[in-house]
């Protein structure tokens, strides 16, 4: 099993920052791909962003391409979301995945095993 916990979200003005962090439990997850999916007010949860197991392959939706990184320390079992020049349209709910044993990247909720509580990002205009 996989036991996810994101930290970092909060309130800032458009154009600001911050770094939302998942720290992960289990010995499994070196082996899940790894993504970032938010849920706005009467919207579906989409995907953000998503990394491979290794690191080296990574995905982000066009909506925060060039704002948004992903990255993750398998040493510290955590993954990260890095969010720079933050939009009103960002505000959300953010959640951490896991696609356990997930040999590629996971984009889609179907492919999801794992997922966090759920960290509020909320960007005022």
């Known amino acids: 099993q996989v036991q996810l916990a994101e930290s970092g979200g909060g309130s800032v003005q458009a154009g600001g920052s911050l770094r939302l962090s998942c720290a992960a439990s289990?010995?499994?997850?070196?082996?899940?791909?790894m993504g970032w999916f938010r849920e706005a007010p009467g919207k579906e949860r989409e995907i953000v962003a998503a990394?491979?197991?290794?690191?080296?392959?990574?995905y982000y939706a066009d909506s925060v391409k060039g704002r948004f990184t992903i990255s993750r320390d398998n040493a510290k079992l955590a993954v990260y979301l890095q969010m720079n020049s933050l939009k009103p349209e960002d505000t959300a709910v953010y959640y951490c995945?896991?696609?356990?044993?997930?040999?590629?990247?996971?984009?889609?909720?179907?492919?999801?095993?794992?997922w966090g509580q759920g960290t509020q990002v909320t960007v005022s205009s």
């Open positions: 289990g010995r499994t997850f070196s082996r899940s791909a």
């Open positions: 990394i491979s197991r290794s690191g080296g392959v990574t």
């Open positions: 995945a896991a696609d356990l044993f997930g040999i590629t990247i996971a984009t889609m909720p179907s492919q999801i095993n794992y």
